[in-house]
T-cell receptor
Framework: AQRVTQPEKLLSVFKGAPVELKCNYS??????LFWYVQYSRQRLQLLLR??SRESIKGFTADLNKGETSFHLKKPFAQEEDSAMYYC????????????FGRGTQLTVWP | DAGVIQSPRHEVTEMGQEVTLRCKPI?????LFWYRQTMMRGLELLIY????????DSGMPEDRFSAKMPNASFSTLKIQPSEPRDSAVYFC??????????????FGEGSRLTVL
């Protein structure tokens, strides 16, 4: 069975500090991993996906199959990064079906 | 496109009452999902449809919950009778495949339900 684990419910950093939101998964096949973000009073939206290997708003995430992790990182956090972040997994064969972690609330202090 | 539209945005009701949440997906999308969000459990998938057909309803908590998708532009999630533990934010999301990016869901703004 597939499972997505975000060990930190809450994470606080100061502006300008590096931030890393952890995500671990369990799945025997080849998953696709995503990060979704929900800013205050906004819709939940896609932030980035591992197959794109892109940097969005300064965030990057590398899929580590050996450690079954997909941690989200940013070298210098900004106050506007404060939001709820969800890691999600797709089995690929079931198009559109995502399994979400429980989310991490990131707060960036000024 | 206005995106996924959900109504009502907020609902306060008393235990035992029937609650109906509504969703209009993005035009052309062939998948529709209902999620429930709580502090304790995060985002839970309740049910999803493909081309109006329910594919997986294993996340529906119990018989008090039911969902329908009578056509490609409308879906409902009904709770009858409602209980305080149903209090949560209910999200509807839609996606398009094949052709669209796999796994990108477009979410509505959510319906915040409070059952007293």
């Amino acid at each position: 069975a597939q499972r997505v684990t975000q060990p930190e419910k809450l994470l606080s950093v100061f502006k300008g500090a590096p931030v890393e939101l952890k995500c671990n998964y369990s799945y025997s096949g080849s998953p696709e991993l995503f990060w979704y973000v929900q800013y205050s009073r906004q819709r939940l939206q896609l932030l980035l996906r591992h197959i794109s290997r892109e940097s969005i708003k300064g965030f990057t995430a590398d899929l580590n199959k050996g450690e079954t992790s997909f941690h989200l990182k940013k070298p210098f956090a900004q106050e506007e990064d404060s939001a709820m972040y969800y890691c999600a997994l797709s089995r690929g064969s079931t198009l559109g079906r995502l399994y979400f972690g429980r989310g991490t609330q990131l707060t960036v202090w000024p | 496109d206005a995106g996924v539209i959900q109504s009502p945005r907020h609902e306060v009701t008393e235990m035992g009452q029937e609650v109906t949440l509504r969703c209009k997906p993005i035009s052309g999308h062939d998948y529709l999902f209902w999620y429930r969000q709580t502090m304790m459990r995060g985002l839970e998938l309740l049910i999803y449809f493909n081309n109006n057909v329910p594919i997986d309803d294993s996340g529906m908590p119990e018989d008090r919950f039911s969902a329908k998708m009578p056509n490609a532009s409308f879906s409902t999630l009904k709770i009858q009778p409602s209980e305080p533990r149903d209090s949560a934010v209910y999200f509807c999301a839609s996606s398009f495949s094949p052709g669209g990016p796999i796994g990108e869901l477009f979410f509505g703004e959510g319906s915040r339900l409070t059952v007293l």
